[in-house]
């Protein structure tokens, strides 16, 4: 159908298409303009609209929030009309019923704008139906010869009066947050007709919306696939494409499919990032976050002081305050800061991320609400023991104090009897999903040297060294996107330690620490010999030139490779919730 002009037909069969989307959803804010294949999703969703035959109208359904303004752009620059509710953020049920009554429709479909696979042919036979059968309300999706479910997702096809039943009858909030499950609930009071896609897109059920980053992963991989081959990125292609290499499905198969009814915890990062801190703790961070969203469905926010830290967390979609805990915020001009303490009764979780040589005052637990979950991530300082859960995602000998005697290491089994629970070990490393990738892809190795310190006077000598060897080089010490690319394509990797040791043994990769502190040279010590390696630790700009060239040169015997370890620290968090735990 083209969207900028209307068959006009006011009769019993005028078929309108409402596309939900708001840009606020909790877990991927403003997914629907998000990019596959550089297209917007919801460009997607609309051109396979416009396709239909079936069509008079298709209408935008949005919300009277300023976040969701784009949208009213979008349909305007589609030629498309805007229904703009001015009622409760979460009644869909209300939303839908009410656009079905301003647009006339009688056979009203429904469709969500995150399924960008959607199927116009699919659709068309869905309202060719209800016209078909006069005394049919609703429309119900049979499985094919083979048992095999639509993979038809998004869609429901019914005439206004079974939307506007549904909404009556939706006398619960989840009921209203919902596409009109009463329909499914209640069945005596509807009037199906049943009907049967073709073959070509039924399959085994596997989710094909876009909730999280992983979903939008999913459907750019397929994109990039079948557009590697010249074919469309479409509903009937892409089932094809799976039945072919079903281990695509793997990028979103962990994501959480949420249920009529869920607990969902907010969560709130604290992080310590930027200048002398680094980024280490913001990535590792970053990737507990996602895959919290993914497996729990919870919606995680952080608070943070830098700017560059501030920028890499948004376009994640994640929310953002501007503060510390446990020492003053950096200030800039124009920007409030906020307090942990102030803003913790919004969340149920917060998770610390923070220098692990720092912490604040004893007491600070019943500051932030004795009632809010805590955990730390890799801290051992006397304050951790207020704490409900330690992570400590390493390979490091490493056992944190107790209270009593903050000097004296004595395991974990005595840390957990001043309070907290208390993880550690390689099945709980945290490797990103871009380590993961490249480590499966294998790059090859084009950098000699990658070095990243905060030290301007190390940098200096390192350069020296590198220029007079002949050697290729990439030297930084402030984040940049292209270092996880940089590190898979280095032979050896120098920097004071921290979390990018894990992700460069992952990627093949020869770690040589130059510390930042005893501190530091004490767990590269460790991670060295848990590894059984010989440890590549420079102790001064004197033989700097000799622990390069034996890391290049030397045979390296590399350790088993890492698994992820971040859904063992998913499920740590989860279990906190559980009624035992309580």
């Not at 926010?301 to 953002?320: L, N, P, R, V, Y």
């Amino acid at each position: 159908m083209n969207p900028n002009t209307c068959s006009g037909n006011s009769g019993t069969h005028r078929s309108v298409a409402f596309v939900v989307a708001r840009l606020s959803s909790s877990r991927l804010p403003a997914k629907h303009l998000r990019p596959i294949g550089g297209r917007p999703m919801l460009q997607w969703v609309v051109d396979r609209l416009q396709g239909c035959t079936n069509l008079d109208e298709i209408v935008l359904a949005t919300v009277a929030e300023p976040e969701n303004r784009p949208l009213q752009e979008f349909a305007e620059k589609n030629g498309m009309a805007c229904f703009w509710y001015e009622g409760a953020v979460d009644h869909v049920t209300n939303r839908l019923r009410r656009a079905a009554e301003v647009y006339h429709a009688d056979i009203c479909v429904l469709v969500s704008g995150d399924c960008p696979l959607i199927h116009a042919p699919a659709i068309d036979q869905m309202i060719r139906s209800l016209k078909e059968n006069p005394d049919s309300d609703t429309v119900r999706l049979s499985a094919d010869a083979h048992g095999r479910p639509p993979a038809l997702q998004g869609i429901v096809a019914g005439r206004k009066k079974a939307w506007q039943l549904a909404d009556d009858l939706a006398d619960r909030p989840e009921l209203k947050e919902h596409q009109f499950p009463v329909i499914g609930l209640r069945p005596e009071l509807f009037h199906p007709v049943d009907v049967t896609l073709p073959e070509a897109i039924c399959m085994p059920h596997h989710r094909l919306s876009v909730d999280t980053l992983a979903d939008l992963a999913f459907m750019n991989a397929l994109h990039g696939d079948l557009d590697k081959h010249g074919l469309p990125f479409d509903l009937p292609h892409a089932v094809s494409l799976l039945k072919d290499r079903p281990e695509l499905k793997a990028i979103n198969a962990h994501v959480h499919q949420c249920r009529l009814v869920e607990n969902k915890k907010k969560v709130l990062f604290v992080v310590d990032a930027g200048g002398r801190y680094g980024f280490g703790h913001l990535t590792r961070s970053l990737a507990l976050a996602g895959q919290i969203t993914e497996r729990l469905a919870w919606p995680t926010h952080f608070i943070i002081d830098d700017q560059q830290a501030e920028s890499i967390i948004e376009e994640t979609g994640c929310k953002t305050y501007w503060g510390a805990f446990g020492r003053p915020a950096n200030q800039i001009k124009g920007r409030d800061s906020s307090t942990v303490q102030r803003i913790a009764d919004a969340y149920d979780l917060l998770v610390f991320d923070i220098f692990d040589q720092r912490g604040p005052r004893g007491g600070w637990r019943s500051d932030i609400g004795p009632q809010k979950k805590c955990v730390v991530i890799e801290n051992a300082q006397a304050w951790t023991h207020e704490a409900d859960l330690i992570v400590f995602p390493n390979i490091l000998d490493k056992h944190p104090p107790t209270s009593s005697s903050p000097n004296q290491k004595n395991g974990k089994e005595a840390l957990e009897s001043v309070g907290p629970k208390v993880v550690a070990g390689e099945q709980f490393i945290i490797l990103r999903n871009e380590i993961r990738r490249l480590a499966s892809d294998s790059p090859q190795k084009e950098i000699d040297v990658l070095v990243y310190l905060h030290d301007r006077k190390k940098c200096e000598w390192v350069s020296n060294v590198l220029e007079k060897n002949y050697l290729k080089s990439k030297i930084g010490g402030t984040f940049e996107k292209e270092f996880v690319v940089d590190l898979a394509k280095a032979r050896v990797f120098i920097s004071g330690f921290g979390v990018s040791f894990n992700e460069a043994l992952a990627l093949q990769t020869v770690p040589v620490c130059w510390p930042d502190s005893d501190a530091h040279r004490d767990d590269a010590a460790s991670f060295y010999r848990h590894l059984g390696l010989n440890p590549l630790i420079i102790d001064s700009m004197a033989n700097v030139e000799g622990m390069i060239l034996a890391a290049l040169n030397n045979p390296f015997t590399w350790p088993a490779p890492f698994q992820d370890g971040t859904p063992n620290i998913v499920a740590e968090i989860a279990a906190l919730f559980r009624p035992s735990c309580t």
